[in-house]
C-alpha cells in the first residue's frame, strides 16, 4: 500500500512525520504547511495519506476536509485550533483516524497511536518533538520523560530546533535526510553538520537578542520589529522584542513582495495568540492562526500598521 506523509517543516512535524515514517518505512515524506496543503493534497497519489502537524486554516478547511473525505485512508494527527468553519465531527467523518488535542504535540499524538507497532526507543522523538514544540508539560512526555537521561534528550532536541535554521539545512531535502535518520533510531546529532550547524544558529540567537534589544518599537501592549536580515529566527525575534521592551506580545514582521509575514510570541498562554492572530488578519484581508502562545499571519502590504491596532484593541 503506496504511503505518503505530510508533516510541517518545524521540529514537531519533522519528529512526527519521522514517527509515522518508522511505522511506514517504505513511505514518501513531503512538507506542507496550512496555507499550501490544500494545493498539495491535489497532486498526491497514494492509497495512505499520513498528515501530521498541519493546521488548516479558515479559509481552505471546508475543502480540504472534502478532499480528504475522496482519499482511500487519510490518518490525520494534529494539535492546532480546528477553525469555526468546520466542525471536529466534519474532520472525524472524512478520515479514518482523528487524533487532536490541543495540549499536546503531533509527534506524541502519532506517537501514541502507534506505540505499540515501533521500537519502544522511538519515544525520544516523541519527546524532542513535543520540547520543539513548547508541549511537554503533559502527563504522557512528563512520565516518559523520567526514563531516560532528560539532559541528553535536551541535547538532541536543541540540536534539530536550532541545527535546521541554518541554510545548510534549510532545504526540504536536508529535512527529508533528518526525518529519515530518525526513524531509523538514530540521533540528530549522528547527523553530520547539524551539531555544528546548532552551535552557529545559537551564537546567531544572542547576538540577534542584542540587536533587538537596541531595535524594537512599541505599539500599546506590543513590541516589534520589522525586517532582520536574519530571517531565520522569527519566533525568537518576535519573542526577545515583546522580553527587550517588557510586552505581552512580540512581534516579528518580515516584508515579502506582496504580503507581510508576521510571527507572534506571547509570553504566557493567558493571549490566546491564536484567536488575535486569526481575527486581527481577517480585519485586513489576510490569513492567520497558530497556538495561544505562538502564531503567525501573513497580511496584505500596507496593512502593518491597522494590524496592530487591532491587535492592540483585542488585547
Ligand atoms: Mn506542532
Keep these: 500500500m503506496k504511503t505518503v506523509i505530510l508533516c510541517h517543516a518545524d521540529c514537531d512535524g519533522m519528529c512526527a512525520g519521522a514517527i509515522a515514517l518508522a511505522k511506514y518505512p517504505d513511505a514518501d515524506v513531503f512538507f506542507t504547511k496550512p496555507v499550501s496543503i490544500l494545493h498539495d493534497l491535489q497532486y498526491v497519489d497514494a492509497e495512505r495519506i499520513v498528515i501530521t502537524d498541519i493546521a488548516l486554516t479558515r479559509k481552505d478547511a471546508p475543502s480540504i476536509v472534502k478532499l480528504l473525505g475522496k482519499q482511500k485512508e487519510v490518518l490525520y494527527f494534529d494539535h492546532h ?4 468553519t468546520i466542525k471536529k465531527s466534519d474532520i472525524e467523518k472524512s478520515v479514518k483516524r482523528y487524533d487532536h488535542d490541543l495540549d499536546a504535540s503531533s ?21 524532542y518533538g513535543a520540547i520543539g514544540d513548547y508541549s511537554d508539560d503533559t502527563e504522557f512526555v512528563k512520565e516518559r520523560i523520567l526514563n531516560w537521561d532528560r539532559r541528553a534528550l535536551f541535547f538532541e532536541v536543541s540540536t534539530i530546533v536550532l541545527g535546521i535554521k541554518n541554510e545548510q539545512f534549510e532545504s526540504y531535502d536536508a529535512k527529508r535526510r533528518i526525518v529519515k535518520t530518525l526513524a531509523k533510531g538514530e540521533n540528530p546529532s549522528d547527523i553530520t553538520g547539524l551539531v555544528r550547524s546548532a552551535k552557529i544558529a545559537v551564537n546567531r540567537e544572542f547576538d540577534l537578542y542584542e540587536i533587538i534589544k537596541k531595535k524594537a518599537k512599541t505599539y500599546g501592549n506590543i513590541a516589534y520589529i520589522k525586517d532582520l536580515p536574519s530571517f531565520g529566527f522569527r519566533g525568537p525575534s518576535a519573542l526577545f522584542a515583546a522580553t527587550a521592551r517588557n510586552k505581552p506580545l512580540g512581534i516579528y514582521a518580515h516584508t515579502r513582495d506582496r504580503y507581510v509575514d508576521v510571527t507572534m510570541r506571547a509570553r504566557s498562554k493567558d493571549l490566546g495568540l491564536n484567536e488575535l492572530a486569526e481575527d486581527a488578519a481577517d480585519a485586513v484581508k489576510g490569513a492567520g492562526g497558530g497556538h495561544s502562545e505562538a502564531a503567525g499571519a501573513k497580511i496584505p502590504v500596507g496593512t502593518f500598521r491597522t494590524f496592530l491596532q487591532k491587535l492592540d484593541r483585542m488585547i
Design 81 to 84: 485550533t480546528i477553525p469555526r
Design 107 to 127: 509527534s506524541e499524538l502519532i506517537y501514541r497511536h502507534f506505540q505499540k507497532e515501533i521500537p519502544r526507543e522511538r519515544v525520544w522523538i516523541a519527546i
